[in-house]
């Protein structure tokens, strides 16, 4: 209960010399809330287990499980992972709150500008949006969002997941289960034959998932779905790298967009000041250009952050853009032609943030690397 109040998205349970310490992730950190006595770590551990479905006589292998419960009338999913460690099993909770609000795609950190793009983007009735970026950078919220964006009564929403993050109204959602043989590929093929407008397919990881999602595209469907790289334009690479021919990929591809999580300077002690001369000059920033930061308070626990908000970079993959992958482009060309058309990267859009003091130059610079 703690945990969630604090909008904590994982629990650390570590057992070390002596103790048990307790740590909370909220918005990307992780903080320190308890250490427990040693001799709790055994009996904490094996309820966890057992809630999970878990063996608690293996303690030497890692295990994987979930628990399903009820907090202050709050559906709770909670994925469990355990991992032998020095002084015991280390034991990870992952929090998902099936019940929580999805943001709107204006809530999530579009400019206006970039979300009038994005809105026309995924207006279409066929083909693939990607988004993309590393594990934890929001993909699946603004996929969710999406969707959320899409719903009407006259659409047949489905979704394979791993697993289902989120309940939505009048959208059928499954999840993949690989010991009974349901991957993202085989409930894919299923899907197909239930008579979809939109398909949100969790990860596409194989070549499998990757060209029956294609297929799909192509025979009228607007397929939703994930990638891991580092940009938007590296999702063409890596389509391509699982081996979708690259003629597909600029068929079928709508829009690819990258994001990234910067967390939210806390608005009730933000304070603004005047950044040094020469990185702004580093930044290509007029010289009154202000920074803000968070001074820390009771409200944001001292940290100077509360809450996150997306960096996006938006591929819009026009005609031009289908000429340079089909011709098998180096990344380097496509981006250079879609900034030139003015796509703004993850740098540009945190930077904008930063201006405006949403966020700080130096969240922006642990997310981009840059």
């Known amino acids: 209960a703690q945990a969630m109040l604090e909008g904590a ?17 909220i918005d990307g950190f992780l903080y320190n809330r308890h250490r427990l006595p040693m001799k709790l770590t055994a009996p904490i551990t094996s309820r966890i287990k057992i809630m999970s479905g878990l063996d608690i006589s ?11 419960i009820v907090i ?19 034991v990870v909770l992952r929090v998902l709150d099936k019940t929580r609000g999805i943001p709107t795609l204006s809530e999530l950190g579009f400019f206006d500008e970039d979300l009038k793009i994005f809105k026309e983007m995924i207006k279409t009735t066929r083909g693939i949006i990607l988004s993309t970026g590393p594990t934890g950078s929001g993909k699946t919220t603004t996929i969710y969002s999406t969707i959320n964006t899409l719903n009407k009564t006259d659409k047949n929403i489905m979704t394979i997941e791993d697993p289902i993050e989120y309940e939505i109204e009048d959208v059928v959602a499954s999840q993949v289960d690989p010991k009974a043989g349901v991957t993202f590929a085989t409930a894919l093929r299923s899907i197909l034959r239930q008579d979809p407008d939109i398909i949100y397919v969790g990860e596409i990881r194989d070549l499998e998932t990757a060209e029956i999602s294609v297929r799909a595209a192509l025979t009228g469907h607007l397929v939703l779905s994930t990638l891991h790289t ?11 790298d699982i081996g979708v021919e690259t003629s597909l990929i600029a068929s079928v591809l709508n829009c690819a967009f990258a994001q990234r999580l910067v967390r939210r300077i806390c ?5 603004a000041y005047q ?9 290509r920033l007029p010289l009154d250009t202000k920074f803000y930061k968070g001074q820390g308070c009771e409200f944001c626990a001292g940290i100077g952050y509360k809450g996150r908000v997306g960096l996006f970079e938006i591929l819009v993959i026009d005609r031009d853009i289908r000429r340079l992958i ?6 380097a060309e496509i981006m250079q032609t879609a900034r030139a058309k003015g796509m703004k990267t993850l740098l540009q859009d945190g930077l904008q943030k930063v201006r405006k003091g949403i966020t700080t130059l130096e969240e922006v610079k642990r997310v981009t690397r840059e």
């Open 230 to 240: 580092n940009d938007a334009v590296g999702s063409v690479t890596r389509l391509s």
């Open 275 to 283: 950044p040094d001369e020469s990185l702004l000059k580093k930044l």
């Open 58 to 68: 293996k303690k030497k292998i890692p295990q994987d499980g979930r628990i399903g």
């Open 72 to 90: 202050r009338d709050k559906s709770v999913d909670i994925r469990t992972s355990t991992f032998p460690s020095m002084y015991g099993e280390n």
């Open 326 to 331: 089909a011709k098998q482009a180096p990344e």
């Open 267 to 271: 608005t009730r002690c933000s304070n």
């Open 9 to 25: 998205s994982d629990i650390h349970l570590e057992p070390k010399r002596g103790f048990m310490a307790v740590r909370f992730r």
